[in-house]
Each structure stands twice: as C-alpha cells, then as structure tokens.
C-alpha cells in the first residue's frame, strides 16, 4: 500500500497521470464529468477512480464544486494567459490578422487536445453558481479580447465588426465536434483559418499563417512554461 502524505493511506498503486494525489484526483474527476455528468458524479467515485478513500479527496477539495471549478478554470487560463501576451504585443510587430489567427489557433488547440473534453461543462447549470464566478469573468476577459482583435483587423480589412466573437465561438464548436467524434488533427487551425477567410483575407492566408506561428512559438513556449511573456504579465503573476 502506498500514501497520498502523512496517515493518508492510497487503497492502490497510482494509476493515474500527475505528480500529486490533487493532480491524479483533478484527472479522474475530468474522466467522470465528462463521461457520467456532474450530477451524476459523487466525490466517492472520484476518490475510487484514483485509488484513495473519499476521506483523503476531502484533505484536497472541500467539495465537488471546487474540483468543478479547477477544472473549469483549467480549460480558460492557458489560452487567456496567451490571449493577454498577444492583446499587448504591438501591432507594428505584428499584424492584426496574424495576432488573431494566433489566438484562435492556440485556444482551439487546447480545446482539441487536452486529455478530457472539459469544454462540454460550460453550460452546466451548476457552472453560473456564485462560486464558478472567476470561471466565468475569465472566460469573459478571453472573449473580450477576441472581439478587441477582431476590431483591429476590421480597421485594416473588411471584416465585419462582430468577427472577434464570431470568431470565439466558432472556438468554442470544436467542443461539441470533439463531443461528436468529428475533430481531426488540422480542425484548431482550418478554424483559424476560416476566421481570416472571413475576414476576406484569403489571398494572405499563407503570409497570415506563418506570422501566427512565430507569435505561437514565441509566447506559446513562454506560457507553457509557466512564465510572463509581458511586462504586465509579469506584474500580475507578482
């Protein structure tokens, strides 16, 4: 028999991916929402699936609502934290098109790949309670920018001043796609491309795709590792 910490017996060897007991816990929770539902889900199965008893979940997360919230807020802070690094990256830099096309393809892709498809739990009706608010200002803040970066490029072309949500829920389908079955391996970037042939940029899609993958490496790789690609990042994270 192995231990979670201190008089936190664990009923079987980890089984599950992640560097703690809290990690493993986050991943089977992610596994059951998504599978049998939040309501259907109790913090008993939970702890079963990772191999702890349900005393020990507790020594983690006060209740289901709070492992809902995690993951919730798991599903916005990668893209939001990339989003923000783009918001403020100059324009002179880099053009509209380009800071755009990076956001929807860095955001779809970790709706695309990440191990659960969490993104199915946004229109729970347990989600708009008091205390997924953070969740939900988050995923505002992200929307926002979308529609900020749809309007500078509306400036320079002639996109349609709601591109920016159009192109944030169109983000947003490949959860229901994924739910589906019908996500392939090209669906983030055909849908940050499609956002650019909307904008009417067909012609500059190639030029368009290779300015986006350049902000992607740059603030992707700073944001994967966890560190501020801007100065005002680097504040908040202070």
């Not at 231990?3 to 089977?28: C, H, S």
């Not at 053009?95 to 946004?122: I, K």
């Not at 529609?147 to 072309?157: K, P």
């Not at 994924?178 to 042939?197: F, H, K, Q």
Request: proline share 3%.
């Amino acid at each position: 028999m192995t231990t979670t910490g201190p008089g936190r017996p664990r009923k079987q060897q980890a089984v599950r991916p992640g560097a703690t007991a809290r990690d493993e816990i986050l991943d089977a929770a992610a596994e059951l929402f998504t599978s049998q539902g939040f309501a259907n889900t109790s913090t008993r199965a939970i702890a079963d699936a990772v191999g702890i008893r349900q005393s020990s979940l507790y020594h983690h997360f006060s209740t289901k609502d709070e492992i809902l919230g995690e993951l919730l807020g798991g599903t916005v802070s990668t893209s939001l934290h990339f989003a923000r690094a783009i918001h403020q990256h100059s324009a002179n830099a880099a053009s509209a098109a380009a800071r755009l096309h990076a956001v929807v393809l860095f955001d779809g892709l970790q709706l695309c790949t990440s191990r659960w498809n969490l993104g199915v739990l946004y229109h729970l009706p347990e989600a708009r309670a008091e205390v997924f608010q953070p969740f939900m200002a988050a995923r505002q803040e992200l929307r926002s920018i979308y529609g900020d970066l749809g309007r500078e490029l509306m400036a320079v072309s002639d996109a349609d001043p709601g591109l920016g949500d159009t192109a944030f829920r169109l983000v947003e389908s490949l959860i229901n796609l994924r739910a589906d079955g019908l996500i392939a391996t090209d669906s983030a970037s055909t849908t940050a491309d499609t956002v650019m042939i909307l904008a009417g940029l067909r012609q500059k899609i190639q030029a368009v795709r290779d300015a986006s993958s350049e902000l992607i490496s740059r603030y992707g790789e700073a944001n994967r590792r966890g560190e501020a690609s801007e100065p005002a990042l680097a504040a908040e994270s202070a």
